[in-house]
Nanobody, 127 residues
Framework: QVQLVESGGGLVQAGGSLRLSCAAS????????MGWFRQAPGKEREFVAAIAYRGGDTFYTDSVKDRFIIGRENAENTAYLQMNILKPEDTAVYYCAASYGASGSSTMRRADSYAYWGQGTQVTVSS
């Protein structure tokens, strides 16, 4: 079992930055692909970014490419999402997720690939 807890959400003006953290416990995340998803009010949960297990390949949805950076700090058993140049359309609840042994793009973009999820953290971007 892996427990995930997100932090770092909040209210920020358009153009600003936030760094979301995902603290894992129960098992080391070294062997887990880590993903970030988001869900805006009235919308489906959508893929944002992912990083393969062993910290190799990264994947992003087109709308956040060149603005967001996903990373992992295996020694601290955490993953993060650095969000820059935030836009009002980035407003959503952001969820961290873990998938054992995940590494491929198509796999990591699917929510049903992930067995473990955090409770979410709210990000609100004002215009």
């Amino acid at each position: 079992q892996v427990q995930l807890v997100e932090s770092g959400g909040g209210l920020v003006q358009a153009g600003g930055s936030l760094r979301l953290s995902c603290a894992a416990s129960g098992r080391t995340i070294y062997y887990y692909g880590m993903g970030w998803f988001r869900q805006a009010p009235g919308k489906e949960r959508e893929f944002v970014a992912a990083i393969a297990y062993r910290g190799g390949d990264t994947f992003y949805t087109d709308s956040v490419k060149d603005r967001f950076i996903i990373g992992r700090e295996n020694a601290e058993n955490t993953a993060y999402l650095q969000m820059n140049i935030l836009k009002p359309e980035d407003t959503a609840v952001y969820y961290c997720a873990a998938s054992y042994g995940a590494s491929g793009s198509s796999t990591m973009r699917r929510a049903d690939s992930y067995a473990y999820w955090g409770q979410g953290t709210q990000v609100t971007v004002s215009s």
